[in-house]
Each structure stands twice: as C-alpha cells, then as structure tokens.
C-alpha cells in the first residue's frame, strides 16, 4: 500500500480510499467461510481448492491491469472470496490425513505458510513494484493448481459418499498400512453412519446443529479466533511500516519490516515444535500472558519516547513489539487453526470450520478497519493497551473452556462433546 501511494499509476488514492483498499479484501471472507463450510460437504476438497486458486489468479490480473481504485477493488474482492473460500478446507484436509501426534504440529504449517508468503511478499515488495510482485504471486498460483491434482483426495468424503475402498485407500496413502492406521480406519468406517447428515430430516439437522457437539467446540474455536486477531496480531502485519515508522524513525521502514517478519517466521516454526512437544493449554496460557504484558511494555515506552524524545525508548519500544511475537507465535497466533482443524466432528467439520472461519475473517476485517481509527483516537500507546485487555480477556476466557487435544484421535476428540468434561491441566 505505501508503494502504491508512492508511485500511482494514472489516479490518487485518499487515506480513506487506502484504508479502503486494504480492507475491502476481507469483507466477502466471512460470508464466503459460510458458503464454502456447505460446498466442502457437496464435492472433493481438491475440486473446490482448484476452483479458488482459479478465481484468485483473475482477480490478482484485475488489480495488475487496473486503469481505476473500482477495479483494484473488485480484484481486491475476488481474491479475498478465493482466500477465505480456502481458509475451513486447509484444517479440514491436515485434521483428516496427519497422525494425532504430528496434527498439532502440522495445523501450525498454517501460521508458518503465513508468515512465509507474508515475508517473501514483504522482501520482493523492498525489491520490485507491486506489479512484478502480483507477477510473482500468479506464477506460484499455477504451481499450486499443478501440485493439487497430485494429492489423494482425503479420506472423509470418500465416507460421506459411502465409497469404503476408496477411503481405505485415501487413509493408507496418506497415514501408511501400520495396524494402528488400519484399526483407526476400520473404526471410522464401522461409524460410518455417524459421518453424515444427508439424510436427515429438518428436526434432526436443527437438534444436530444445536447441539453440544458443534456449539461447544464452535465457541472454543471461534474465541480463539476473534482472541488472536484483537490481540492485534493482523494490524501488526497490516500496518507493520506505519508503526515501526513511529517506534524506532531512524531505522528504513521496509528494512525493520523484513526483520520483523524473519523473526515472527522463526518463532512460528519454534511455536510449531512447542505444539508439537508440550501441551496446547500451558502453552496458550503462557502465549496469552506474555502476550497482553509485551503489549503493556510496547505502550509504555511509546509513551515514554513521545514525552521525553529519548532514543532508548523507542529501541525498547521495538523489543515489546519483537516480544509480542515471540509469544504470540507458540499460541494465540498459532493455536487457532490448530484446534479448528482437529475439535469439530466429522459430521459437523464442514459447517465448524466455516463458521469458525467466519469469526476468523469477520474479526480479521473489523481491526484491519478499526485499527487506523484506534490509532488516531488514542494514539499509539492507547490502541496497544486495548490490545492487551483484548488479548488478557481472551486468554481467561480459553483457560475455563478449551480442553486439552494434544495426542489424541479424533474421534477421542468427538467424545469429549458428547458428555461433559472438565478442561483442567
């Protein structure tokens, strides 16, 4: 966006028109999270990955051939559809094809992806215009269209639509033909009946659907969503050059985005390895905590730098800011896809993991929107000391509801919601 308002082409943009411009992308997500939550149910994941990836590469050249702000913004719309209608497959498609003691780690590739392509996207956007960049992203677009129709597709649609051989055959490709695999996919097939609700009448579906088996994970899930993104975690990605911009001025803006983007990818594949080795409820509680104190740190030592003009104070400053990461990365920032690709049962996963990305992407577009506005409204030190209450509030809320998933199987997992029990370490 900096770049963009650097160097236009043949228009102008306003400060709003930007604000506009960064947000627009998220408002079609969280309807579109709907739509696809029912479409995963309705045909193979790799048909409707590939359909996406489609739509993406024409808005991505709607943008790159833009001739006014109504066509960056209908590309900016169609790759925001293309990327919320692929955010409930991704867990989905980890949750049914990785082993229980490798599904944390695995659902962390997410972040990890994230912070990757946000990084690359970060260092290329230092080096060349915003239109090599969009070059770029096409390219890797069509890499990924390619890679998609050598996957298997996974074994949870072949049980909807009741084809055995061809879900023992997805299951063995992707978990192997060791005996604990074959005895995980006969039970799967034996409760066969339990994975679907096509056949259910409209009082059934209503009962199912308000029942302890989606609304309690769905809660789980979606607070550890709306947690994440009003800890700021995204305003810090969107508006990273803004605020480094006031925290440390003499540093180049792009230079100590690139660092900060380095050091957020190393701490989520750390973050990875953590859930990968301890349990998931320690390490949100400690990701919480850490994360709402850096925030507190952050404001008081922007305040300090505008009252007294000391250098010391904005370096400080940017240590918070690194701090913010270090924490968020092994929980509040990593944990959400993590849970969300593993809690929902089977009969529910296509609506969970829609609806929770709803409140992933619909809290993504009210701070992306709101942030600017809280900056201006209570400076700098103010908007991240709303941060930290969000992030505190959050984490206590998570620490009497979320239960402990680490090593156990998915169907393990279903049968906590079906009766209760208690959350305790």
């Known amino acids: 966006m900096a770049q963009f308002k650097e160097n236009p082409n ?186 679907t609700y096509a056949n259910y009448s409209i009082k059934e579906m209503t009962k199912l659907f308000l029942s302890r088996l989606l ?58 390895v953590l859930i990968r080795n301890f349990r998931v409820r320690p390490l949100l509680i400690i990701s919480g905590v850490g994360s709402a104190a850096s925030h507190c740190c952050f404001a008081l030592f922007i305040y300090q730098s505008g009252e007294n003009q000391h250098e010391v104070y904005s370096i400080l400053a940017l240590i918070s800011l690194i701090s913010y990461i270090v924490f968020s990365s092994i929980g509040i920032a990593s944990l959400p896809w993590v849970i969300c690709g593993e809690i929902f049962p089977l009969i529910v996963k296509g609506i969970g993991c829609g609806f929770s990305t709803f409140a992933y992407f619909f809290s993504f577009f009210l701070v992306i929107k709101l942030s600017p506005n809280l900056f201006d409204a209570f400076g700098l030190a103010g908007g991240f000391l709303c941060f930290a209450l969000f992030t505190f509030l959050g984490t206590v809320i998570l620490y009497f509801i979320l239960p402990e998933t680490k090593n156990k199987t998915l169907k393990e997992i279903e049968e906590m919601f079906r009766e209760r029990r208690s959350t305790k370490f």
Not at 29 to 50: D, H
Not at 232 to 254: D, E, H, R, W
């Open 10 to 195: 043949s228009f102008t943009i306003s400060e709003e028109e930007a604000s506009w411009i960064a947000s627009i992308v998220v408002i079609p997500m969280a309807p579109s999270c709907l739509v696809a939550g029912y479409l995963i149910n309705k045909m193979p994941k790799r048909l409707f990955a590939s359909l996406l990836a489609m739509i993406e590469i024409a808005g991505w050249l709607i943008i790159y051939y833009n001739t006014s702000l109504t066509e960056i913004l209908v590309g900016r719309l169609l790759t925001g559809i293309a990327s919320a209608g692929g955010a409930p497959i991704i867990p989905q498609f980890i949750g049914e094809t990785s082993h229980p003691q490798l599904r944390g780690f695995f659902l962390t590739s997410v972040l990890l992806g994230l912070s990757v392509g946000i990084l690359i996207i970060h260092v290329l956007g230092a080096l060349f215009s915003w239109k090599t960049c969009i070059i770029i992203t096409v390219l890797i677009l069509f890499i990924y269209l390619c890679l998609i129709f050598y996957l298997k597709e996974p074994y949870g649609w072949y049980l909807r639509t009741h084809d055995q051989p061809a879900a023992k055959k997805s299951f063995s490709w992707y978990r192997g033909n060791s005996p604990e695999a074959k005895r995980e996919i006969a039970k799967l097939i034996s409760n066969q009946h339990e994975n």
């Open 215 to 272: 609304l309690m994970p769905l809660a789980i899930s979606a607070t550890l969503m709306i947690t994440m993104h009003f800890s700021g975690n995204k305003a810090i990605m969107f508006y990273s050059i803004t605020i480094l911009s006031q925290t440390v001025p003499l540093l180049n803006q792009y230079a100590s985005t690139v660092i900060v983007d380095v050091i957020r990818v190393g701490m989520t594949l750390v973050g990875a």
